[in-house]
């Protein structure tokens, strides 16, 4: 399939299952799972910098638009797509990724994934549970809800992508 | 001109992400002052239409006890028009002069109860009669109010915003107090500003208050659940249960106040 498509596939169904599915997930009113970020975290290694700004940004705001929440989504993802390059410095050391696309669980593993979705989640909630409150007064509510999040975005985020891995072998 | 521009080449990964937050925390800020979505208002109905997909196929699991509250509702109703007339319920007829509002039904097709602010957005808009400002209930109690209007749809600030407050009143005392949400869990809301000679007790019941311009007076807003009075000459507090169940919330009624122009046009002359 062409590559642009199933980017742009990608990034509809992702939107459309945040807001439609994951959003109605209510788990004691402090969990809140975003897993629309895989989108993010999918894009190609060759992805020139500025693309990764501009499509976190986009995404962001694609799901604030469903929300009601201008501009919270879409600073928190602007975040974590400006830390990607970063992480992926930072988790791979001087690994090369010659003959490696895209960052995929099948090619680098269970473990990498992990900890490469763990700090971009991270990062995110960080970002968005803070813009949410929008006040200091509220840390101790920010930080259990980041708290709680952070495990059960990275474990659905997980769970999605191994779903997909064993898809693409039938094929 | 050639170093600015060998400047913003360079360092055109960081200028942009800088450009892209500031636009966000406006965006952010603007929505949170006017706590109004407007950036909703012009997409609103593809928004609606989409959640309004997306809800259908809930809706088909939730048909039979949306049936049963609805006829429970009409019984109630109707027993409490023969109480209030005294007379045949079948042969009474109200005009159009002798309500002082008038309800339009709706559907929610969007609901969200775990974000700091939280929306909700019905299937009735501009076309339907709605306006800003309009109160809205459910079956079992107040629900919010309406913050933006499209064609075909509306949202619906809900009692789950940090910027909502509702005056409400306490009903075997008269005493009135204000309500915010103020916990967090969709659940429950926070009694504020109760006067220091009134105690609670747990099952007391909340009603709206006449003193409040969106809500008609005596609607159903909550019970008491835990009552936390505070040092002399301070105002106690109360948490309450929402009587709305605001995870399950359906069939929604819009409230037009027949009589708010004339009360707006009234207010104006002392302002």
Known sequence: MNKTALQIIRFVVLVLLQVLVINHIRLGGYVHPYIYLIF??????????????????????????FTGTPGLHAGATTLMAFCRPSIIKLISGNQKFENIPEPNIGQLGGIW???YALL????????????????????????????????????LIMMI????????KRE | MYNLRRFILKHHFV??????????????????????NRMVNTTNDVVGKIYEWGSEVGNYFRLNTANEQLAEENAMLRQRLSVVYDIDTSTYD??????????????????????ANNYIIINKGKIDGIERDMSVISTDGIVGVVTDVSRHYASVMSLLHSKSVVGVRIKQSQELASLKWGT???RYGMVEDIPTHILLQQGDTILTSSHSFIFPADLMVGTVEEFYPTAIDALNKAKIRFATDF?????????????????????????
């Open chain 2, 94 to 115: 109200i005009s159009e002069g002798d309500t002082l509002y008038k309800y339009i039904p709706a559907q929610v097709v969007n609901n969200s109860t775990n974000q």
């Open chain 1, 40 to 65: 993010i975290m999918l894009l190609p290694f060759s992805t020139p910098k500025w693309q990764l700004l501009v499509l976190g940004f986009a995404l962001g705001l694609s799901v604030d638009l």
């Open chain 2, 15 to 36: 200028i942009l992400f800088i450009l892209l937050e500031v636009i966000s925390i406006l965006l952010l800020a603007n929505s949170q002052r006017f706590h109004r």
């Open chain 2, 184 to 186: 967090n869990n969709y």
């Open chain 1, 113 to 115: 994934f992990l900890r």
């Open chain 2, 247 to 271: 995870a399950t919330l359906r069939h929604v009624y819009v409230i037009q106040d027949l009589h708010k122009p004339e009360l707006d046009s009234l207010k104006a002359k002392f302002q």
């Open chain 1, 161 to 168: 992508l191994y779903i997909f891995k064993s898809e693409k």
């Open chain 1, 120 to 155: 971009m989640v991270l990062i995110h909630h960080f970002a968005l549970f803070f813009l949410e409150s929008f006040s200091i007064r509220l840390i101790g509510q920010v930080l259990l809800r980041i708290l709680l999040s952070v495990p059960v975005s990275t474990f």
